[in-house]
């Protein structure tokens, strides 16, 4: 048993080389190396904090850390391969002579209120006003997208800018424009 373990108090090398030494299998390693950083870190404690943990504490908390490492590590893997590829379209200008008006809508279930955001741009893809409302309660997104678009329309109206190139950009429905002149 000596043998093992005093290459292993006087190992200078890194983590790996010790487990080397110890011939720890490769279920094994994870847990050892996470036990070996939990007691260097209880030793800093009671170095700088005079505060230690009893054995079985530093061994529970090595085993819930690499728990919560593993579960962090399955969770990556599986918005990686559940991750969808959108396709980003660029924004394009409006026809000349025109204005151009993009409504967004957001939904909040947790306020109960749907967010409606308008951007007004002039044809050369310059900003010209923009304005946000909410409303309440939430709905279904094709309501609160064509509700969206009826604040953008009665607000251009108010503003009356006559010239106009609505966009509205929908998940469920796709990109859309409407053209009023």
């Known amino acids: 048993m000596r043998s093992k373990i005093?290459?292993?108090?006087?190992?200078?090398?890194?983590?790996?080389?010790t487990i080397e030494i110890l011939r720890l299998d490769h279920n094994h390693r994870p847990i050892f190396s996470t036990?070996?950083?939990?007691?260097?870190?209880n030793r800093n404690n009671k170095v700088w904090n005079?505060?230690?943990?009893?054995?079985?504490?530093?061994?529970?908390?090595a085993k819930a850390l690499l728990a919560s490492w593993n579960n962090a590590q399955e969770v990556k893997q599986r918005m990686s391969r559940t991750q969808v590829t959108r396709h980003v379209e660029k924004w394009t200008k409006p026809s000349p002579g025109m204005y151009k008006c993009n409504v967004?809508?957001?939904?909040?279930?947790?306020?109960?209120?749907v967010g409606?955001?308008?951007c007004i741009r002039d044809e050369e893809g310059d900003?010209?006003?923009?304005?946000?409302?909410?409303?309440?309660?939430?709905?279904?997104?094709?309501?609160?997208?064509?509700?969206?678009l009826l604040k953008a329309?009665?607000?251009v109206r108010d503003l009356q800018l006559w010239n106009m190139d609505f966009?509205?950009?929908s998940i469920n429905s796709g990109r859309k424009q409407l053209q009023i002149s």
Request: include cysteine.
């Open 153 to 155: 329309l009665e607000w």
């Open 127 to 148: 900003f010209v006003l923009a304005r946000t409302e909410w409303f309440s309660p939430i709905t279904d997104v094709d309501t609160g997208e064509a509700l969206g």
């Open 104 to 113: 967004g809508t957001s939904f909040f279930e947790l306020l109960d209120r």
């Open 35 to 41: 036990l070996i950083w939990s007691i260097w870190k």
């Open 116 to 118: 409606i955001g308008i």
């Open 167 to 169: 966009e509205v950009d």
């Open 50 to 61: 005079d505060k230690s943990e009893a054995c079985q504490s530093i061994w529970d908390k």
């Open 6 to 17: 005093y290459p292993v108090i006087y190992n200078q090398a890194d983590i790996s080389a």
